[in-house]
C-alpha cells in the first residue's frame, strides 16, 4: 500500500514536470476537438499523431496521446448531445437522453452532467488502477472466448430485459442491427456474407459509424426539418443559457445522481479491462443497468440526467481500464490502446508483464497523468459549454447544412469509400420512418457496435467445446455472467407470466419492475 | 537539395545536383522522379496488428530522417485476409503514390479467392523488409512438455481436444498447424483469433494449449531465463535457431522451414522512375539503424530483396503456399 503510494508520488514527479503538464493540457484539447468532430474519434486522432510523438521523450510521448484519448472520451459526448451524432461508438449512450435534453433547452444541464460524469468516472477508475491493477490483470487473462461470449449476452439482455418498451420491437431492431452486423468478409473464413450480389462496397462491412451517423444525424435531421416546416420555419435546433444560478442547480442535479455514476464507473472500470470489449458495451451496459436503478424508467429516452451520467462515467472509466492489459499484458483492450501499444514498441518500450519493474517511471508517470489529465479535461470542457451553447442559437438554416456536412464527412472516414456514403443515407430516411413507426432504433445501434464482437467469441467457444453449449455455464467467471443475463433476458417474460396467472390488471405489476 | 523545380537555369543545376547527390545511392537516371502528393501506404490489415505497428514504424523512420519530400500515410484496409486491399491495389493501376505491406497473405487471398482476379505478378516490386519467424510455443503450467517429442505426446493423448490458437483461416498459423498435424499424426484443432496478440494471450490464460505464434507476439509472455514466464517455445520453423537450447525442427529432422514476408509492394503497373524511387527510399530505410534494432528484437530475418529477385521470390514462394494449401485440402 505505501509503496504503492510511494510510486505513485515518484509517478507525479513524472507528470508534473512543467514540459509534460503542456502536453497534458495540449493533449486533452487536441481529444477533446477529436472526439467532438464526429468521424474523427481517438483511434483514428491517436494514429494520426503517433509519428510525431517521437520527438520527446517516451513517457512525455505516452502521456501526449493517453490524454488525447482522455480528452477524446469528454469530447464525444459533444457531438452526441448538440447534434444528435456520436462521433464515436463510445458515445452512442450519451445521445439516448443527451439530445433529448438539449432538445428541451437543456443542453447546458446534459453538457455539465457529462463532464462532471467523466470526471468521476476517470477519477474512480484511476484510483482502482493505481491500487488493483495486478491481481485485475490476472482476471483479464483468464477471461477467454466463452467469458467474453457471456459478457456480450449480459450487454444485449440488460437492453431487452429492461427495455421496458415494446419488447417486441426491441428484438425486431436487434435482429436488424445483428443482419447489417453480419454483412460482410467472415471474421473466421474470410467468405463473403450478404453482400448483395458483389457489391464491393459491403466487402468490408458495415462500419457502426454508417449506421449511427445515417440514423441518428440524417434521421434526426429529417426530423427536424418536418417540425420546421410545421412551426413555420421558426424552430431552432434547441435553446439553451448558461448562467449561474442554472449551472449551480446542475451541478446539485448532477449529485443526487452519485449512486448511479459511482456504479457505472466500477462497471466500466471492470468491462474496459477485458481485452477487446473497450468502452462501448460498457457505457452501454452502464445505460441499461441505470434505467433499472431510477424510480422512473419511462423518463429514459426523453431526457433524464441519469441517461448521460451513467454512459460517461462507465466510458471514461472504461478507457482508463482498457489501459491495463495494454500495460500489464501487452494486449490492446480497446482499438485506440492498441495504437498507444505500437508506440510504445516504436519507442523501445517492452509492453507486457515486466514492464512495470523493468520501467516504472514510465508507467507511474502514465498513471499520475491520468490523474491530472481528468482534472485538466473537466476544467476545459467546461470553460467551452458556453461556446458550444453558441452553436446551438445559431438558426436551424445555417447549422442544417453544417451538421450535413459534418455526417457526410464522418461516414466516408472510416472506410473512405463512397458507397459507405449512400448507405447512409438510405440508414438516415429508413431510420426516420422506423422512428415514425415507433420502433426503437437503439438496439439496432447496439447490435451493429456488439454484433461482431460476440460472433467471433461465441464461434470460438463452439469450436473449443465441440458444439456444446455448456462452455458457457461450467467456467468460473462465465457461468455466473451467463446466469445472470439469462435472467435478465427472460425477465420480461417472467413478469408477463405472473401477471397471466394472477390475472390482475397490468397496471399494477409493472410497478414492482 | 532540389526543393522546387525553376524553369530555366535552376532546373538545370538542379537536376546536375541532385544527379550527383544520389549518383551514389541509386541509378542517376531515374533521380528526377519524386512523389508529388503524399504516398499512400495500405496496410493489409488493422489498426494495431503486427503489420500495421511495422508501417507506422517505418513511417515514423521516414519522417524522423526526413527521408521523402512528402508525408506517408497509412490506409487499413484489414477485410477478408488481405482480399480488400488486394482488390483495392488492383484498381490503382498506373499509380505512382500508393504503395502497400504484405503478409503471406499476398500469396494465400488470391489461391483461394479466384474470384477476385488479383495476379500478384502483376504487382511491382518495391523491397523486401524482413522475413518474420515462427516458434512452437506451450504454457508455463505444462511441466511435464518440455520439447516436441513430449508435445506430440500430449496433443496425441488429447486428440481433437487440443487446441491450437492461431489467427485466421487458412493462414499462416493455420497452414503450419496443417502441417504439424500431418507430420506427427496428430488432430489438434485449430481456432481462428483476430491477430498475434490475442492468440498469444489465450495461450498465456491457458484457454488454448497451443500456438505457432511470431516470437514478437509471444514474447510478452516470454523472456530467456525469466521465472515468471507464462509461456515456453519448444521449437522453431526457422534455419537456425533463434532462443539458446531451443531447436529448429530442421534440428529434430524435419525438412522444414517457414516464413512470413513483410514486403513493400507497389501498384501493378507504377512506372519505373517511381518504382526505383521506391526501392532507394526503402534501401535507406532498410539500413537506418532504427530498422535494423526493430529487426533484432523483433526475431525478424530475411536479407533486403528488391526489384526482379523479389519478384522471383514470390513466385517460388505462391508456388510453395499453392502446394501447402492443396494439401490442407483449401484449394484444389
Request: hydrophobic letters at 45%; glycine letters at 12%; one cysteine or more.
Amino acid at each position: 500500500m505505501f509503496e504503492i503510494l510511494g510510486l505513485l508520488v515518484q509517478g507525479f514527479g513524472v507528470a508534473l514536470q512543467p514540459f509534460n503538464l503542456m502536453l497534458i493540457i495540449l493533449g486533452c484539447g487536441v481529444g477533446l476537438f477529436i472526439g467532438a468532430m464526429p468521424g474523427l474519434g481517438s483511434v483514428n486522432g491517436v494514429a494520426i499523431l503517433l509519428p510525431l510523438t517521437f520527438l520527446v521523450p517516451p513517457d512525455g510521448a505516452i502521456i501526449f496521446l493517453a490524454a488525447i484519448y482522455y480528452g477524446a472520451m469528454y469530447g464525444g459526448a459533444v457531438s452526441s448531445i448538440l447534434l444528435g451524432i456520436p462521433g464515436a461508438s463510445t458515445a452512442v449512450a450519451t445521445t439516448f437522453d443527451g439530445r433529448p435534453l438539449a432538445k428541451q433547452g437543456l443542453a447546458d444541464k446534459a453538457l455539465t452532467t457529462a463532464a462532471l460524469a467523466s470526471f468521476v468516472g476517470g477519477t474512480i477508475s484511476v484510483i482502482l488502477f493505481t491500487f488493483f491493477a495486478p491481481p485485475l490483470a490476472h482476471v483479464a487473462l483468464t477471461f477467454g472466448a466463452p467469458e467474453e461470449f457471456s459478457l456480450m449476452m449480459l450487454a444485449f439482455a440488460t437492453f431487452v430485459g429492461l427495455g421496458g418498451d415494446d419488447i417486441a420491437k426491441t428484438i425486431f431492431s436487434i435482429c436488424i442491427g445483428l443482419v447489417l452486423a453480419a454483412v460482410g468478409l467472415d471474421i473466421m473464413s474470410g467468405a463473403p456474407r450478404l453482400i448483395f450480389g458483389d457489391l464491393p462496397g459491403f466487402m468490408h462491412g458495415i462500419n457502426f459509424l454508417v449506421l449511427a451517423i445515417g440514423i441518428y444525424g440524417i434521421g434526426e435531421m429529417l426530423w427536424t426539418v418536418e417540425e420546421n416546416a410545421r412551426a413555420g420555419g421558426k424552430s431552432m435546433l434547441s435553446e439553451a443559457n448558461m448562467t449561474w444560478e442554472r449551472t449551480k442547480k446542475n451541478v446539485s442535479e448532477f449529485t443526487g445522481t452519485w449512486k448511479i455514476t459511482s456504479l457505472s464507473s466500477v462497471l466500466g472500470y471492470f468491462v474496459g479491462i477485458l481485452p477487446a470489449a473497450g468502452a462501448t458495451p460498457g457505457s452501454l451496459m452502464a445505460y441499461g443497468i441505470a434505467k433499472q436503478m431510477v424510480k422512473n424508467p419511462e423518463k429514459f429516452g426523453k431526457g433524464a440526467i441519469e441517461g448521460v451520467a451513467a454512459p460517461e462515467a462507465a466510458n471514461n472509466a472504461a478507457s482508463t481500464g482498457s489501459m491495463l492489459p495494454m500495460l500489464t499484458l501487452g494486449i490492446p483492450g480497446s482499438p485506440t490502446t492498441a495504437i498507444l501499444l505500437g508506440g510504445m514498441v516504436i519507442w523501445g518500450l517492452e509492453p507486457g508483464p515486466r514492464l512495470f519493474s523493468s520501467n516504472p517511471d514510465f508507467v507511474w508517470g502514465l498513471i499520475a497523468s491520468l490523474y491530472a489529465a481528468n482534472v485538466f479535461a473537466l476544467i476545459l470542457n467546461v470553460l467551452l459549454i458556453p461556446a458550444f451553447i453558441w452553436v446551438l442559437k445559431l438558426p436551424f438554416t445555417i447549422l442544417a447544412p453544417i451538421i450535413l456536412t459534418l455526417c457526410l464527412v464522418g461516414g466516408y472516414a472510416p472506410t473512405q469509400d463512397m458507397h459507405d456514403l449512400w448507405l447512409m443515407l438510405v440508414f438516415g430516411i429508413v431510420g426516420y420512418l422506423l422512428r415514425k413507426l415507433d420502433y426503437p432504433v437503439a438496439p439496432a445501434v447496439l447490435a451493429i457496435v456488439l454484433g461482431p464482437l460476440a460472433e467471433p467469441s461465441l464461434r470460438q467457444s463452439l469450436l473449443i467445446s465441440g458444439g456444446d453449449p455448456m462452455i458457457f455455464f461450467n467456467r468460473p467467471y462465465s457461468g455466473p455472467i451467463m446466469v445472470v443475463a439469462l435472467i435478465l433476458l427472460f425477465m420480461p417474460a417472467f413478469f408477463m407470466a405472473y401477471r397471466l396467472i394472477r390475472g390482475g390488471r397490468p397496471g399494477n405489476a409493472t410497478s414492482g419492475v | 537539395m532540389l526543393q522546387r523545380r525553376g524553369r530555366t537555369l535552376g532546373f538545370a543545376l538542379g537536376t546536375v545536383g541532385a544527379a550527383a547527390l544520389t549518383a551514389g545511392l541509386c541509378s542517376a537516371a531515374f533521380a528526377e522522379w519524386k512523389p508529388q502528393k503524399p504516398i499512400e501506404f495500405v496496410v493489409m490489415a488493422g489498426k494495431g496488428g503486427g503489420a500495421d505497428k511495422a508501417v507506422r514504424f517505418m513511417q515514423s523512420i521516414i519522417a524522423k530522417e526526413k527521408l521523402a519530400p512528402v508525408p506517408v500515410i497509412p490506409v487499413n484496409k484489414p477485410g477478408g485476409s488481405g482480399a480488400e486491399a488486394l482488390v483495392y491495389m488492383k484498381g490503382k493501376k498506373g499509380d505512382d503514390h500508393t504503395i502497400m505491406f504484405t503478409l503471406n497473405s499476398f500469396y494465400t487471398t488470391p489461391l483461394r479467392q479466384p474470384a477476385l482476379g488479383v495476379d500478384i505478378t502483376e504487382f511491382t516490386p518495391v523491397m523486401r523488409m524482413a522475413e518474420d519467424t515462427f516458434c512452437l510455443w506451450v504454457n508455463t503450467d505444462k511441466k511435464d512438455i518440455n520439447s516436441v517429442d513430449d508435445f506430440v505426446k500430449a496433443a496425441k493423448a488429447a486428440g481433437k481436444k487440443w487446441i491450437m490458437a492461431g489467427t485466421g483461416k487458412a493462414s499462416e498459423d493455420n497452414l503450419l498447424t496443417d502441417y504439424l498435424n500431418t507430420t506427427y499424426g496428430l488432430d489438434m484443432k485449430y481456432v481462428p483469433y483476430k491477430g498475434g496478440g490475442k492468440v498469444a494471450k489465450e495461450l498465456a490464460g491457458n484457454n488454448a494449449n497451443s500456438t505457432v505464434n511470431n516470437p514478437s507476439e509471444q514474447e510478452p509472455f516470454y523472456k530467456t531465463g525469466d521465472a515468471k514466464n507464462k509461456t515456453k517455445p519448444l521449437a522453431c520453423f526457422t534455419p537456425e535457431p533463434i532462443y539458446d537450447g531451443v531447436p529448429t525442427f530442421k534440428d529434430l529432422g524435419k525438412d522444414f522451414v517457414y516464413f512470413m514476408q513483410r514486403s513493400v509492394v507497389g501498384a501493378p503497373g507504377m512506372s519505373a522512375e517511381a518504382a526505383a524511387y521506391y526501392q532507394d527510399l526503402f534501401t535507406k530505410v532498410f539500413n537506418s539503424k532504427d530498422w535494423q534494432n526493430y529487426r533484432t528484437k523483433k526475431k525478424l530475418q530475411g536479407e533486403a530483396l528488391s526489384g526482379d529477385k523479389l519478384m522471383a521470390y514470390w513466385k517460388h514462394e505462391n508456388e510453395v503456399h499453392e502446394g501447402m494449401l492443396k494439401e490442407m485440402g483449401a484449394i484444389k
